[in-house]
């Protein structure tokens, strides 16, 4: 160094202290350094240890400081003084709070708790919360899954035990092709940017397959505009040419998916398309060293995908026949798919090409010896490194379950799950159908629920239906409208509830969902169901409790508001029984705990829980002389126990020894050994057992030890999805439990055990030459639905919302910078600005979601750009599909899972006069909190 430079300090001390927690910005759950200073939050940075984000930190990550210090926090518990939805309340205290939700509730536990319906957003407590709701009694309970991607995860469980995301992710050291299939942009956040920073750096290849080409599709190396709701088709289509190519790894569908078990074909049997089992209920297969009939799982079998089984004069033929007879009809080739779309077949049969090419001929292999189930040692791990990942975009449609399921089955054929260079699950992921609990519903007033409220149901018998057919859940959830409804159906429970079908209800309770805006579908009417009255003049939904820790716009229609922390203010546990932050080659689980106290008169809602349950006498959340269980969430954290040995959190658990891993009992020291440690705990698997899980015997007993499962448990992947044809069964009029007439066809269409593709329903109700255009809503990186647009800094990111037009579309109604468009749907009409963006589906227009704010809420200015340009496109998206011609009306959900079906909207678009706000303009609410500065600026410490 030149001796005349000033030296530098490259590395200031920026704090007094750093406190170690998880990030909440999204649902990402990264590790974050809090830098105080002087007591006060000085600056976040990422933790370099955390294995979610190894030190990366988002936008949104780093602008947690405004969202602690937000001006949109509530401030104390608010009782509604003024009509609903003025957002006129006044404040009282926790104790009449507490009192207040004491007497509404336990009258309701006496004598039907199903008329509390008790719905969560985007919390990440569910194992906790359905708990409580389990307590309490009530079939009413779900999180927010419905109306996310539970097509993703419902197809991913029951096909091979785990989809994308929490469940599993691409093997990003080893693939050399990724294919992505449309996501949310702030979902798998960082995680995501990561990975396709290091397969970049390695020269892999990037495939984007989405309308709309921003975020990570603008970085892919090709990208295919698909028009919306034909992903399924399109994977179809790949399917259908690497079948008709012989591009196929038949020894991995052989040996570890149910391709190779043997289907009854009889038709005269109740069985017809269910796997022929032997006495013990084990599916057969046929044993190539014997040639004859043999359990699945039989020691050194060696199952045989092409013979086909004699019996009762009837040919019993393999999954495997049956695939390829449904994947090599002539609909599902290139050229046939390739005008709905809107890619070509040449492209289509490349990008098939593409995948058998680096599948098999740049297959790659780790010198790593295993065991299987069936005894079979293997000398090294054989790869295919072609990897995925999907969620939301090709999930929320009316035809999302099975495309998810298609592309489930795509990555199989390629014997691309759980092998090097393919995708890989999370430990305690995969976890079959039949590992997780079936949905419950048995109401006894003044008791606890009989079992967990969702679940996944092997067949009619396991539906959640009264004796006289009719719903037992608000929200229809596992009624033969959607079977399959794994996490219930929180879209419909206010509509379900204001018309009184199945029944009314008597208090609704719900926690960070903003269901009066941007988290419902028909936002309009929804504001309107939770104000209506009946002829008496009393709400038709008489009460709602709503907990929250900002502002939003739906605490205005509650009457009664339990104010919740924010993240750095709370106990939060991010446990292995909900869902999990582990990655492939790791365990892990985490915390949040409060790094700062609030300066308010706020709870955190899960210890609120704790108090209120103890005040109803709940199961599990008092002791047997009565008492308070828990003082608190960090008390239930810590001594809860779900199963002998297992509880909220796998780490630092107590042992004979001292503490260990996974089981064992609680310990009073664990969340500061979770703080010590960063906030977070985690355990390597083993190297013979981080690929081929289910199968692998490595990995079975490594994850009885940590207490995954408490025996071994290997299961085949199933692109023959039984419980689906045990439903379709019923349609054809099999078995106890039959569908309602209406209904039948619909079963019989959607439920097929092998993926389908069907058009969107809706489709088939409306105009689709007058309503011509298909409208989508994304979110962006730099925010988490509602919460970050109202962060002063993330607003300067994403501070008003325009719709983005195609080419085509732009050119055609002359558009020019400056203009606006009214938009129209078979249910609603918005006039809002426009936007040229050429890198777009040509048929598709698009908006980022919920940046349009309603005047009054989050302490944001009524003249800000949110509130007067942002619109929400949930005006124009109805809960109800348009009536059929019988004057029945559906719920506008997938008919297999009651997945939100948000991308079947379609559109009409002109070019109209510039009003001077976007419409419509929903009138003010009163804000409960005062409004923010217009300038907000400070200084921690000096
Ligand atoms: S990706 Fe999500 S969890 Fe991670 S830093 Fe960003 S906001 Fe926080």
Not at 188 to 205: F, L, Q
Not at 275 to 280: G, K, M, Q, S
Not at 302 to 311: C, N
Not at 608 to 626: E, I, K, M, Q, T
Request: aromatic share 10%.
């Amino acid at each position: 160094m030149p001796k005349d430079q000033p030296i530098l300090d490259t590395s200031p001390k920026v704090s007094d202290e750093v406190r170690q927690t998880t990030c909440y910005m999204c649902a990402c759950r990264c590790g974050i350094n809090v830098h105080m200073k002087e007591g006060k939050v000085a600056y976040i940075e990422g933790n370099k240890d955390h294995p979610v984000n190894q030190g990366v930190l988002c936008a949104k990550g780093s602008a947690g400081i405004m969202q602690v210090n937000a001006p949109s926090r509530l401030k104390t518990p608010l009782k509604r003084v003024g009509p609903r939805g003025s957002g006129e309340f006044e404040e009282i205290s926790w104790e009449e709070a507490l009192t207040i939700a004491t007497d509404w509730l336990a009258p309701v536990r006496e004598e039907d708790p199903s008329k509390l319906a008790f719905f969560t957003g985007r919390d990440q407590s569910q194992s906790f919360t359905s708990l409580w709701a389990q307590g309490f009694g009530t079939p009413n309970y779900a999180a927010h899954g419905g109306f996310c991607s539970v097509n993703m995860a419902a197809a991913g469980i029951y096909t091979m035990g785990g989809a994308f995301w929490e469940f599993g992710q691409p093997d990003w050291d080893h693939t050399k092709m990724f294919v992505l299939f449309g996501v949310a942009e702030d979902h798998d956040s960082n995680p995501i940017k990561m990975g396709i920073g290091k397969i970049k750096e390695r020269g892999a290849r990037m495939v984007g397959v989405n309308p709309i080409r921003t975020g990570y599709n603008a970085v892919a190396d090709d990208w295919f505009g698909i028009t919306p709701g034909t992903d399924g088709l399109l994977i179809m289509a790949l399917i259908h040419e690497l079948f008709k190519a012989g591009k196929l790894d038949l020894d991995y569908l052989a040996r570890f998916t149910n391709a190779s078990c043997i289907v009854n074909e009889d038709p005269s049997s109740d069985e017809n398309g269910l796997l022929l089992c032997d006495d013990d209920g084990q599916p057969q297969v046929i044993d190539r060293n014997t040639g004859h009939l043999a359990p699945w799982n039989g020691k050194g079998v060696e199952p045989d995908l092409g013979t086909t089984y004699r019996h009762a004069g009837v040919t019993h033929r393999p999954v495997f026949h049956l695939m390829a007879d449904r994947f090599l009809d002539p609909q599902y080739a290139p050229e046939n798919v390739a005008e709905a779309t809107g890619i070509s077949a040449d492209r289509i049969k490349q990008l098939a090409a593409d995948m058998a090419h680096v599948a098999f001929e740049e297959a790659i292999e780790l010198d790593r010896p295993w065991t299987d189930f069936r005894g079979k040692k293997h000398a090294t791990m054989v790869g295919r490194p072609v990897s995925m990942h999907a969620m939301r975009g090709i999930s929320a449609h009316s035809n999302g379950f099975q495309t998810c399921r298609a592309l489930h089955t795509l990555q199989i054929i390629l014997g691309a799950v759980e092998t090097p260079g393919g995708m890989r699950f999370k430990p305690p992921y995969p976890k079959p159908a039949t590992a997780h609990p079936k949905p419950h519903g048995k109401v006894t007033p003044g008791e606890a629920l009989n079992g967990p409220h969702l679940g996944y149901p092997h067949g009619p018998e396991d539906l959640m239906l009264k004796d006289d057919g009719s719903a037992i859940r608000i929200d229809k959830a596992f009624t033969w409208e959607n079977p399959l409804s794994a996490h219930g159906m929180m879209h419909m429970v206010i509509s379900n509830a204001h018309a009184g079908d199945p029944y009314k209800i008597d208090t609704l309770f719900m926690y960070m969902a903003n269901m009066s805006w941007n988290s419902s579908m028909n936002s309009t009417g929804v504001m309107e169901m939770l104000t209506d009255t009946d002829e008496d003049g009393e709400y038709v939904i008489p009460r709602i409790i709503y907990s929250d820790a900002y502002s939003s716009e739906m605490v205005a229609f509650a009457d009664l508001i339990l104010p919740d922390t924010t993240y750095l203010e709370r106990h939060d546990c991010i446990s292995l029984l909900d869902r999990p932050i582990c990655e492939a080659d790791a365990v892990a689980d985490a915390i949040r705990w409060p790094v700062i106290e609030p300066d308010r008169d706020v709870r955190g809602f899960q210890s609120v829980l704790c108090d209120l349950g103890a005040r109803l006498n709940l199961p599990g959340f008092v002791n047997d002389d009565g008492s308070q269980k828990y003082e608190d969430y960090a008390d239930y954290i810590t001594n809860h126990i779900r199963r002998p040995g297992i509880g909220p959190l796998a780490g630092w658990r107590m042992g004979e020894k001292g503490t260990q891993d996974g089981r064992g009992e609680p310990n009073e020291g664990q969340i500061d050994s979770y703080i010590s440690n960063g906030g977070f705990w985690h355990a390597e698997v083993p190297k013979d057992a981080a690929y081929y899980k289910p199968f692998n015997m490595g990995y079975q007993d490594w994850a009885v030890e940590m207490g995954f499962f408490d025996s071994v448990q290997p299961y085949i992947f199933t692109p023959y999805v039984e419980p689906l044809r045990r439903m379709q069964l019923a349609a054809e009029g099999h078995g106890r439990v039959q569908p309602p007439d209406h209904l039948r066809d619909q079963v019989k269409d959607t439920m097929d055990p092998l993926p389908i593709w069907y058009a969107p329903l809706s489709d088939n109700r409306i105009d689709t030459d007058e309503f011509n255009v298909h409208a989508l809503t994304q979110r962006p990186m730099a925010m988490y639905h509602s919460w970050g647009s109202q962060n002063a800094w993330l607003r300067q990111l994403h501070g008003r919302n325009p719709l983005y037009v195609p080419t085509k579309i732009w050119e055609q109604h002359g558009f020019e910078e400056g203009s606006w468009a009214k938009v129209t749907s078979p249910s609603g009409v918005i006039t809002v600005p426009v936007m040229h963006m050429a890198a777009l589906n040509e048929n598709t227009v698009w908006t980022w979601n919920a940046i349009g704010k309603r005047k009054g809420a989050w302490a944001l200015d009524e003249k800000a750009p949110e509130a007067t340009e942002g619109f929400l496109l949930n005006h124009l998206i109805h809960e109800l599909l348009p009536e059929q011609t019988d004057g029945m009306r559906w719920s506008n959900s997938d008919p297999v899972t009651g997945q939100a079906a948000w991308f079947d909207l379609r559109v009409k678009i002109e070019k109209v006069a510039a009003p001077a706000e976007a419409q419509p303009v929903t009138p003010p609410q009163k804000s409960p909190v005062p409004k923010g500065p217009s300038k907000l600026a400070w200084k921690v410490g000096k």
